[in-house]
């Protein structure tokens, strides 16, 4: 391929101009460009744009797949979900599931962080350790939490025994059912936003801190007048990051844990959408909850930018 370097001696050679063999590698470079980005580009047309878009037209759709009648019905499923008990209890399932996992995710996440950070013997081995539930399997995390959190035989209420407090019923009970699921996510994504706390701890200079002190700043004035205000842009990040994982990906773990249940106490929006597509076939029904979910996530992140992103710089 013909690079720019080439062309004054190549239109010396053939007495071309230097500006039409000029064209010329233009049009090359861009034939191999459009050849590169290809398959990226058949990639996001057929796995992402085109589910999208079709999506959105089944929204307004009843269709059963596994018939070939498509029936317009105009709002009728966005109507629907309004009146759905169920898919109201969803909601408010979600926003609990969220809300607690993003305080306990900012919560330890920070704390982990600011230990880390200060330079002791060992941190890069704790890092790895921190970091490595994240990289676990959802499937395999539910299993392994429910196996230690099993109410008659799991480790965790045979501790609780030896103490003489009493055990509750973990996944199996609707009083503990959404603290199971919302402490074991926490539990996996607490590593990865210890090390993006971490990050943001140490790009913070140290010298304003070392000024602080001198001044005569305690510890905790330091964290709260210095280091906690410029993690703002990284508290941002992880909410924002933290509210799409956990209404978007928390399917596997809840699915494995609880299947929604018991009596619905941890059927979420985006396991309540698997229900309605896979089990009851209803596709334009779950389409309406795929966009309604989207909407949820959109406005949600939008208030966080409004309300936190006053605080950055940006």
Do not use: C
């Amino acid at each position: 391929m013909l690079g720019r370097s080439d062309v004054p001696a190549l239109a010396a050679a053939t007495g071309r101009s230097s500006g039409g063999l000029l064209a010329a590698v233009r049009n090359e470079q861009a034939r191999y460009g459009y050849l590169f980005i290809l398959p990226t580009l058949f990639y996001f047309f057929v796995f992402i744009a085109f589910p999208l878009l079709f999506s959105f037209y089944l929204s307004f759709h009843s269709w059963n797949p596994l018939s070939d009648q498509r029936t317009f019905i105009g709002l009728d499923n966005y109507a629907e979900l309004l009146r759905s008990e169920s898919f109201l209890g969803s909601v408010v399932n979600t926003l609990t599931f969220t809300a607690g996992v993003i305080a306990l995710t900012v919560v330890f996440s920070l704390l982990l962080a600011t230990a880390l950070n200060q330079g002791l013997r060992g941190t890069g081995f704790f890092r790895g350790v921190f970091y490595s539930p994240i990289v676990t399997s959802f499937v395999a995390t539910g299993l392994v939490w429910l196996w230690l959190l099993d109410p008659g035989y799991g480790a965790v209420n045979y501790a609780i025994g030896l103490v003489g407090l009493p055990r509750p019923g973990w996944a199996s009970d609707p009083a503990w059912s959404m603290p199971t699921v919302v402490l074991t996510f926490a539990w996996r994504e607490v590593g990865y936003f210890t090390i993006v706390y971490l990050a943001g701890l140490q790009g913070i200079p140290e010298s304003l801190k070392e000024a602080a002190r001198i001044d005569g700043a305690t510890p905790w004035q330091v964290f709260r007048r210095i280091t906690f205000p410029l993690l703002m842009p990284t508290t941002l990040f992880v909410i924002v990051l933290g509210l799409i994982r956990a209404t978007q990906i928390s399917f596997g773990l809840i699915y494995v844990m609880t299947g929604g249940g018991p009596v619905g106490t941890t059927n979420v929006m985006v396991l309540y959408l698997y229900q309605q597509a896979f089990q009851f076939f209803r596709m334009g029904y779950a389409s309406a909850v795929a966009y309604v979910l989207f909407a949820f996530i959109f406005v949600a992140t939008l208030i966080q930018f409004r309300v936190l992103g006053r605080r950055t710089d940006f």
